[in-house]
T-cell receptor
Framework: AQSVAQPEDQVNVAEGNPLTVKCTYSVSGNPYLFWYVQYPNRGLQFLLKYITGDNLVKGSYGFEAEFNKSQTSFHLKKPSALVSDSALYFC??????????????FGAGTRLAVHP | KAGVTQTPRYLIKTRGQQVTLSCSPI?????VSWYQQTPGQGLQFLFEYFSETQRNKGNFPGRFSGRQFSNSRSEMNVSTLELGDSALYLC????????????FGQGTRLTVV
C-alpha cells in the first residue's frame, strides 16, 4: 500500500529563516509526489510535484522540494520564510495502482507557523 | 481560466436528510475526485470519475455516491446523513494523466445537526 508520513504536527520558524517541512513516503513502483498548502477555510493549493528527473523541484511562492530516493523522503523547503507562509501543508502521493488517475493519499498535514 | 468551483460553500442539514454537492472542474479537465476532510481523519479519498465513469472508490459506506455529467461537472450525494458526516468536502480536477497535478476547489462545509 502507498502511504506518506509527515512526522511533525507543527513547525515553528522565525521570519527570514529557512524552513523545512518533512515528508517520507512508501510506494511500490515510481513515486508521484505532491505538496499542497491550505489556508483557513480554503481548499488546497498546489505547490509543486515530483514525477521524474531532477531531485530538486522548484514550485510556487519560492518553495522547493528535495526528492531523496534512498531515504524515501520529499522534504519541502524555502530559503527565507514569510509570515504569510503560515498555513497547513500536506504531502501527497498518487496511488497509481488504484485504476484511476486522481487518487491522492495525503499525509496528516504539518502546521507551519512563521513568527515575525 | 476559472478554477474549480464548488457549490454551495456552506450547508447545514439535519440527521437523516440527504444532501447533494456540486463541482465544476477546470475547463478541459476530465478527471474529478472528491475528498472528505475532518480534524480526526484528515483528508480521505471518496471517489474519482473520468469521462462519466467511476474509476475509483474509497472506503466509505454506500450512503456516499457520485456521478459525472458529459460536461465533466460532478455531483456527490450523501443520503441518511449522520453527525459524523460533518466535514469539509473537497473536489479536485485534473487532465487525467499520471504526471498531471490536481487542482482543488474551495470546498463545501457540511454541518449535520
Amino acid at each position: 500500500a502507498q502511504s506518506v508520513a509527515q512526522p511533525e504536527d507543527q513547525v515553528n520558524v522565525a521570519e527570514g529563516n529557512p524552513l523545512t517541512v518533512k515528508c517520507t513516503y512508501s510506494v511500490s513502483g515510481n513515486p508521484y509526489l505532491f505538496w499542497y498548502v491550505q489556508y483557513p477555510n480554503r481548499g488546497l493549493q498546489f505547490l509543486l510535484k515530483y514525477i521524474t528527473g531532477d531531485n530538486l523541484v522548484k514550485g510556487s511562492y519560492g518553495f522547493e522540494a528535495e526528492f531523496n530516493k534512498s531515504q524515501t523522503s520529499f522534504h519541502l523547503k524555502k530559503p527565507s520564510a514569510l509570515v504569510s507562509d503560515s498555513a497547513l501543508y500536506f504531502c501527497a502521493v498518487r496511488d497509481i495502482h488504484s485504476g484511476g488517475y486522481n487518487k491522492l493519499i495525503f499525509g496528516a498535514g504539518t502546521r507551519l507557523a512563521v513568527h515575525p | 481560466k476559472a478554477g474549480v468551483t464548488q457549490t454551495p460553500r456552506y450547508l447545514i442539514k439535519t440527521r437523516g436528510q440527504q444532501v447533494t454537492l456540486s463541482c465544476s472542474p477546470i475547463s478541459g479537465h476530465r478527471s474529478v475526485s472528491w475528498y472528505q476532510q475532518t480534524p480526526g481523519q484528515g483528508l480521505q479519498f471518496l471517489f474519482e470519475y473520468f469521462s462519466e465513469t467511476q474509476r475509483n472508490k474509497g472506503n466509505f459506506p454506500g450512503r456516499f455516491s457520485g456521478r459525472q455529467f458529459s460536461n465533466s461537472r460532478s455531483e456527490m450525494n450523501v443520503s441518511t446523513l449522520e453527525l459524523g458526516d460533518s466535514a469539509l468536502y473537497l473536489c479536485a480536477s485534473s487532465l487525467g494523466g499520471w504526471n498531471t497535478e490536481a487542482f482543488f476547489g474551495q470546498g463545501t462545509r457540511l454541518t449535520v445537526v
